[in-house]
């Protein structure tokens, strides 16, 4: 069975600064997708980012990026020049083309 | 366009009785999902259709949870005999294609006292 392991409850970062997430997950999969979900205060969950396994270059949104590890299987996000707005729940996720599988999240805050 | 939907956005109910959640996916989304948050906790996959069909319904906890999505577009999740155990944000989920990003809706908060 897949497992998404999330070993960092709660975070924070000074606005404007660096902060990276930490994700690592269990499957005997070879194709599969991982994904970063952010969750506001209001629910709504909004994806961050999304990696395919097969690509071996990270992903990158803007300020959002990805350290993707295949054979450690770590999935790390990094954030850069933080923004208030980017205070949220951070889920990451793990899919083999069917159903999401969440980890238990890290909640972040941006201090001003 | 017009996001996901779920109504309604917030439900209370007594324990024992009988509830029904909606979900209105993005139009030409062919597969929809649904999960569970509890407080505190990420998601939890409960079933997901592909057009009518239920593909994987293995989350669903026990037989008082039960979801159709009779046209391949809105869904509705019920649930019988409800428990204080069952509340929890319900979230859907549809993509276009399994696969693909999954968009959500803004969840239904469940309560049950």
């Known amino acids: 069975a897949q497992t998404v392991t999330q070993s960092q409850p709660e975070m924070s970062v000074q606005e404007a600064e660096t902060v990276t997430l930490s994700c690592t997950y269990d499957?005997?999969?070879?194709?599969?997708?991982l994904f970063w979900y952010k969750q506001p205060p209001s629910r709504q969950m909004i994806l961050v980012i999304r990696?395919?396994?097969?690509k071996q270059q990270n992903a990158t949104e803007n300020r959002f990026s990805v350290n993707f590890q295949k054979a450690a299987k770590s999935f790390s996000l990094k954030i850069s020049d933080s923004q208030l707005g980017d205070t949220a729940m951070y889920f990451c996720?793990?899919?083999?083309?069917?159903?999401?599988?969440w980890g238990l999240g890290t909640s972040l805050a941006v201090n001003p | 366009g017009a996001g996901v939907s779920q109504t309604p956005s917030n439900k209370v109910t007594e324990k024992g009785k009988y509830v029904e959640l909606r979900c209105d996916p993005i139009?030409?989304?062919?597969?929809l999902y649904w999960y569970r948050q509890s407080l505190g906790q990420g998601p939890e996959f409960l079933i997901y259709?592909?057009?009518?069909?239920?593909?994987?319904d293995s989350g669903l906890p026990n037989d008082r949870f039960f979801a159709v999505r009779p046209e391949g577009s809105v869904s509705t999740l019920k649930i019988q005999r409800t428990e204080r155990g069952d509340s929890a944000v319900y979230l859907c989920?549809?993509?276009f294609g399994t696969g693909t990003e999954q968009y959500f809706g803004p969840g239904t908060r469940l309560t049950v006292t």
């Open positions: 996720a793990f899919s083999n083309n069917r159903k999401l599988i």
């Open positions: 499957t005997s999969e070879s194709n599969y997708y």
């Open positions: 990696q395919e396994a097969y």
């Open positions: 139009s030409g989304h062919t597969a």
């Open positions: 259709f592909q057009g009518t069909g239920a593909a994987d």
């Open positions: 989920a549809s993509s």
